[in-house]
């Protein structure tokens, strides 16, 4: 448990999912297929991002901690993801889907969660546009990045689905530098 914790609080040496770069036009974004994966999620609602994100971050690692039916310890990976697809309106809740990356030696017979809101998720392939950032990550450096972002697919005339987007974090709070944040807005497919 101290590995995995320490991994979780200091983000050293952790196993990230596969993807290709694709071309990009600009050095303000990249654009991302990421291959075919699972991932340990929970669904939340709620108003706060980041409170979202700290309460399925800590349901999601007592199940990397073994509180699955196979008692099973999984490592701990980067990044964490959250799915948002935002609230209608101004009061409106937000729907969340916090997300671990489930390592390669479990891809094919990920645990079985034993609390019912942690479900395995099955990725197909996606390509994101993918926006990095700095920092310890506020809501408000979130939405800031995520304009940013959209402004630029704009400017370069690309097209995307505006929501669900996705705030991803690689790092654990006490990493003080050099942290990585990313907004990924999916790539909209021809029709």
């Known amino acids: 448990m101290l590995k995995a914790a320490g991994q979780a609080l200091f983000s050293t040496g952790l196993q990230n999912p596969k993807y290709t770069v694709g071309d990009t036009k600009e050095q303000d974004y990249e654009t991302r297929t990421y291959h075919d994966t699972k991932w340990a999620s929970t669904a939340l609602t709620g108003m706060q991002w980041d409170e979202a994100m700290k309460t399925g971050f800590r349901t999601l690692f007592k199940y990397i901690q073994g509180s699955n039916h196979n008692n099973v310890k999984v490592e701990m990976t980067a990044p964490v993801t959250c799915r948002v697809v935002p609230g209608?309106?101004?009061?409106?809740?937000?729907?969340?889907?916090?997300?671990?990356?489930?390592?390669?030696?479990?891809?094919?017979?990920?645990?079985?969660?034993?609390?019912?809101?942690?479900?395995?998720?099955?990725?197909?392939?996606?390509?994101?546009?993918?926006?990095?950032?700095?920092?310890?990550?506020?809501?408000?450096?979130?939405?800031?990045?995520l304009l940013k972002l959209m402004e630029s697919l704009q400017r370069d005339g690309l097209q995307y689905v505006d929501q669900p987007f996705y705030i991803v974090g690689y790092d654990g709070p006490f990493k003080l530098t050099n942290r990585r944040n990313e907004v990924w807005l999916l790539k909209k497919e021809p029709e």
């Open 88 to 145: 209608a309106g101004p009061a409106g809740e937000s729907q969340f889907t916090v997300s671990f990356y489930i390592p390669v030696e479990h891809q094919d017979n990920p645990p079985e969660p034993s609390n019912p809101e942690v479900f395995v998720e099955h990725r197909k392939e996606f390509t994101v546009y993918v926006r990095t950032y700095s920092g310890f990550s506020t809501e408000k450096m979130k939405r800031e990045e």
